[in-house]
């Protein structure tokens, strides 16, 4: 990420210095340490240990350096869109990755009339990092916020742990929420707030878009359906990657003969059964 993002912060310059914890910001345990999930809300959105406050708050002193939004799908039925967002401050060497919800009202499971709910929201392609930080940043007043968080990659009723409860996986961070523009309970709104982590590490030098690193998940709250959406999304790539792209084996000369050979003697074969 380095390069491209030299590009985007120009004159700062890149020191590699941990960040302090700002107000808002709960750092995700790490296995062995229990919870898994660290809680965010006593129950109501107001009183939020992980409300980082606004977006523009929450990405002060980053720069985007990513953006891009698609369609959210399910049963072919449009049913939002999602957002997501990569930023870098050139300043403390951290990546800031930040998606966000906006569902809408179409009726995607026939022959109910439900609208879909997201219960859970993860994003993947964070085993390698040690210490994150994440949060949730509103753009309205009215954004659904994230009542627990943590780096698993289990959601509402798939807890595998004791009592049902998340176990880990550090590949993941889950954000626990409840964005449905028609939710039976009549209380979510069908916007949520950017969902946001971060994280300094020296072996980050690029990112890139990856099929399936980000999952929506309906976990039937309500008794509705359980159903997964998988999406492409941004993650990073890190130095060990990259380094072992550019040390792989590049075949000897005499290895591209065998190969022609062979594929030569296939190609022969291949016409005396013709004939």
Do not use: H
């Amino acid at each position: 990420m380095k390069q491209l993002i030299a590009q985007a912060v120009l004159g700062t310059g890149i020191a590699m210095l941990a960040a302090p914890s700002s107000a808002g910001w709960v750092t995700l345990n790490n296995p062995p340490t229990t919870p898994v999930m660290t809680a965010c809300s006593n129950g109501t959105s107001t009183s939020d240990a992980c409300n980082v406050g606004t977006i523009s708050a929450a990405t002060s002193g980053f720069s985007l350096i990513a953006s891009q939004s698609s369609s959210i799908v399910a049963n072919a039925v449009t049913v939002g869109t999602l957002y997501d967002n990569v930023y870098y401050n050139g300043s403390t060497g951290e990546s800031l990755f930040a998606l966000r919800l906006d569902m809408n009202g179409n009726q995607w499971d026939p022959p109910s009339d439900e609208t879909f709910e997201v219960n859970d929201v993860f994003r993947s392609g964070f085993s390698s990092v040690g210490s994150i930080q994440a949060g949730y940043a509103r753009v309205n007043s009215v954004d659904e916020y994230s009542w627990a968080i943590g780096r698993t990659d289990e959601g509402l009723n798939e807890g595998t742990g004791s009592g049902g409860a998340s176990v880990y996986d550090t590949n993941w961070v889950r954000w626990w929420t409840d964005v449905n523009v028609d939710d039976p309970d009549g209380s979510s709104p069908g916007t949520s707030a950017w969902f946001v982590m971060k994280f300094t590490d020296e072996d980050v030098v690029d990112f890139t878009e990856a099929s399936g690193a980000i999952r929506i998940w309906q976990g039937g709250e309500e008794g509705q359906e359980e159903y997964e959406i998988f999406m492409s999304g941004y993650v990073p790539v890190f130095a060990s990657a990259r380094s072992a792209m550019a040390l792989a084996p590049v075949p000897e000369p005499s290895e591209y003969a065998m190969l022609l050979a062979g594929l030569g003697l296939v190609g022969a074969i291949a016409r005396r059964r013709m004939k």
